[in-house]
Nanobody
């Protein structure tokens, strides 16, 4: 079992920056990939960025060049540095942790709200 906990959301003006953090507890040695997802009102949850246990990152086209995912050497916590924020970035941001093999797991945090004012 892994429990991801997000922090760092808040209200920011257009063009501003925020840094989100995801700290995972539990069986963190089995972590394979950590991802940030977001869900805006009335929309489906979408992948924003992810990082594998080998440090390979992946970004949605909508955030490339503006968001950067990173982690400490201990691989946990992970961060999402968000810059040049736009009103369309407004959403609840969720941390997702995938574990395994051999035991495959998929764990979600409770989310943190990011609001970008126009």
């Amino acid at each position: 079992q892994v429990l991801p906990v997000e922090s760092g959301g808040g209200l920011v003006e257009t063009g501003g920056s925020l840094r989100l953090a995801c700290a995972a507890s539990g069986s963190t040695g089995s972590i394979n990939t950590i991802g940030w997802y977001r869900q805006a009102p009335g929309k489906q949850r979408e992948l924003v960025a992810s990082i594998t246990s080998r440090g390979i990152t992946n970004y949605a086209d909508s955030v490339k060049g503006r968001f950067t995912m990173s982690r400490d050497n201990a691989k946990n916590p992970v961060y999402l540095q968000m810059s040049n924020l736009k009103p369309e970035d407004t959403a609840v941001y969720y941390c997702n942790v995938k574990t395994g093999p051999p035991v495959v797991g998929d764990y979600w945090g409770r989310g943190t709200l990011v609001t970008v004012s126009a």
